[in-house]
Structure formats: C-alpha cells, structure tokens
C-alpha cells in the first residue's frame, strides 16, 4: 500500500507540470493566432505585381465648399453629428447624464490625489473616466439636435 500510495502520489507531481506546460503551450498558440489574424486584417486582400513604373496623375484639386463650416441660425444642422443625427435629444439628453454620473464616478474613486502605484491604479477606473468629456459631446449633440427640433 505504500508504494501505492508513493505511485500516486508521484503521478501527481508529474502530471501538475504537464497541465501547466500544456496551458502554456495553449496560450503561447492563441496568441499567435491572434497576432497572424492582426498582420491579416492589414494586408490587401488581392495581390497583384507592382507596375514597373507609375505614371502621375494629373487631378483637378477638389473644389472647397464652405457648406461644411458655415450655417444660418443658432446651431449646426443636424447631418454634424454624423452617426447621430437621427438621434432624438430626448435620447441624447439622458444618455450624457449616465455617461457624466459614470465618469464622474470613476475619477472620484481613482483617488487621483493620493500616490499612484501599480496597486493603487484601477484601470476600469481609468477607462470609465474617459467617459466624461464623451459625455460633453453628447451633451453638444442634444443641444444641436433640441435647437433644430429634433
């Protein structure tokens, strides 16, 4: 019985090792996968050889517009906000206040003012902070999305 219970015991050591090589081993493959799609996404899907020689191109320069910057009355029209612009203010009014309440939250519990340390840093805290000045831009949107009664 002994030497049973010896044999088990070695088995164990051994096999301990084996499972942290083998999730090593694992990790170091994902992570490799991961860098290979990465080096992927910025290639050019279709090759194709290079000219031997490039011809310029003689191009008009784009005419400038000034309808971009410029607009009549108390605010932008709504197509500035981009994605945004069919977003109600009544949407965006509230969701600036979550992200205000969140962010406001973070930077407070960071303890910007003691002494930063790695254990002292929180990084969900740091990533939630970045949530105020988001929420000052959708405050924006709200007020140009109110002043054309949307």
């Given at each position: 019985?002994?030497?049973?219970?010896?044999?088990?015991?070695?088995?164990?050591?051994?096999?301990?090792?084996?499972?942290?090589?083998?999730?090593?081993?694992?990790?170091?493959?994902l992570?490799?996968?991961?860098?290979?799609?990465?080096?992927?996404?910025?290639?050019?899907a279709?090759?194709?050889?290079?000219?031997?020689?490039?011809?310029?191109?003689?191009?008009?320069?784009?005419?400038?517009?000034?309808?971009?910057?410029?607009?009549?009355g108390?605010?932008?029209?709504?197509?500035?906000?981009?994605?945004?612009?069919?977003?109600?203010?009544?949407?965006?009014?509230?969701?600036?206040?979550?992200?205000?309440?969140?962010?406001?939250?973070?930077?407070?519990?960071?303890?910007?003012?003691?002494?930063?340390?790695?254990?002292?840093v929180?990084?969900?805290?740091?990533?939630g902070?970045?949530?105020?000045?988001?929420?000052?831009?959708?405050?924006?949107?709200a007020?140009?999305?109110?002043?054309n009664?949307?």
């Amino acid at each position: 019985e002994l030497c049973a219970a010896t044999n088990s015991a070695a088995t164990r050591e051994l096999q301990t090792p084996v499972r942290v090589a083998s999730l090593t081993a694992m990790a170091r493959t994902l992570l490799l996968a991961a860098l290979c799609a990465t080096a992927a996404a910025f290639t050019s899907a279709g090759r194709r050889a290079l000219p031997t020689h490039r011809a310029a191109a003689k191009r008009a320069p784009a005419a400038m517009t000034m309808e971009d910057t410029y607009w009549e009355g108390e605010a932008p029209p709504s197509y500035v906000l981009g994605n945004l612009a069919g977003a109600p203010s009544a949407l965006l009014g509230p969701v600036s206040g979550i992200f205000l309440i969140i962010g406001l939250y973070c930077v407070s519990a960071s303890q910007l003012g003691a002494p930063l340390s790695a254990s002292s840093v929180n990084p969900f805290y740091i990533a939630g902070s970045l949530c105020v000045p988001v929420s000052w831009g959708l405050h924006v949107a709200a007020w140009i999305q109110k002043k054309n009664d949307m």
